[in-house]
């Protein structure tokens, strides 16, 4: 029927490590853009990397169940929210904007 509640939490760890990679793999990717000979190359090539790693990691974790999928994209949406507000916090804001 449904995924036992041990594999639930274990798809939900699984869902957080691999979106931290993700979101860290984007953040060392659009740092490097500026020194990067070819920039092009450099986004696209990381995106398929991220999404290449991502996509089997997820498609391993629900194990043909739906649970694990939502409990996976629940995981993945908490990640960029979080990792979303940290890159908003530490741009600077601009001379005399009140916080």
């Not at 996509?55 to 974790?61: D, F, M, T």
Request: hydrophobic share 55%; proline share 5%.
């Amino acid at each position: 029927m449904g995924m036992p509640f041990t594999q639930l939490l274990q798809a939900l760890a699984l869902g957080l490590g691999c979106s931290a990679l993700y979101f860290l793999g984007l953040w060392y990717t659009v740092h490097r853009i500026p020194s990067a000979r070819r920039p092009t190359f450099l986004v696209l090539s990381s995106f398929f990397v991220r999404i290449g790693l991502l996509l089997p990691a997820i498609y391993w974790v629900m194990d043909g169940h739906l649970e694990g999928l939502v409990v996976c994209m629940l995981a993945f949406m908490l990640v960029r929210n979080l990792s979303a507000r940290s890159v908003l916090k530490s741009v600077q804001r601009p001379f005399g904007e009140k916080s």
